[in-house]
């Protein structure tokens, strides 16, 4: 995720970090050389049939709805994203606090490293990437699934429960933070395995495509040699609202507008480690302004 202070003026125009633009150039490029080449024949070959300003008008708006539409559906999965892993930092804090209020000391340190575990190797599910070092500290075996380190917690407590070493309130506690975590994981998963249908980029791709193909019939009377330059404005704001719907739709990516969940892992792990008397690591700093 791209982060740090924003930029104004002429830095704001030209920079290129953290842009779409790179991706859709190609496209761009495309739609100003159809434009040039329709106003040089206009000019110079023979005078087209120029089309109605009105109909681009009617076709830009249904076209905006469409983006509009699908660019809102994305930002509010990349914003749910966000929401429920927050909500995985602070179930994490509050879990720490109850193991340390409800289980034997024994079996604290135990806890804390199986929900690192467990936050790791989440983080890599989602990023659909092997296990990596981070989670290894954590969790020894070569592959394993987030979940598994959630089951050893609950089978744990059931252990203590059954031999009178937890009583049942703070079994009980414990589950239901387990449920809540559970929940959490559910949420992201649903996110991370059910992109936004296919139908609509295939549709919104298309009409984007054809709208600035036949842009410049209709304003190559009124703009003239302008025409390829306004053209290649449409298409940069078209084009560009398509990418951006992209990269949002999968939050949990490694893409510079992606979610930083290695960073968010160790703030949980700059919360949790203290309590087992170990040494927080430094907070993950931004790489030339991107957070990963």
Known sequence: MIVGKPKHGLALIFTLHGSVLPRILPRI??????AALITWF???IFALQHA????????????????????????????EGRKLWGQLIADARA????????LPESDHTTALKLFLAFIHMHRCNLRQIPLDAECHTYWPQESGQATQALDQIAGRIAQLRTSEQLDGFGARVLSERLATIGLAQAG???????????????????????????L?????????????????????VFFGLSEVTEELENPFGTSLNGLPLDAMCRTIERDL?????????????PIDGYLS
């Open 29 to 34: 490029a495309l739609v100003v050389a159809v």
């Open 42 to 44: 206009d000019s110079h």
């Open 52 to 79: 109605s300003a009105t109909a681009f008008t009617a076709f830009g708006v249904a076209l905006s709805l469409f983006l509009g539409f699908r660019n809102n559906a994305a930002y509010e999965r990349w914003w």
């Open 95 to 102: 879990y720490a606090r109850e193991c340390r209020i409800y």
């Open 188 to 214: 992201c998963e649903r996110i991370a395995s059910t992109p936004l249908p296919f139908v609509y980029s295939l549709l919104v791709y298309r009409t984007a495509i054809l709208y600035c193909l036949l």
């Open 216 to 236: 410049p019939l209709g304003l190559v009377e009124s703009a003239g040699w302008m025409t390829p330059v306004f053209a290649g404005v449409v298409a940069y």
């Open 273 to 285: 480690l203290p309590q087992i008397g170990q040494e927080p690591p430094a907070p993950h700093a």
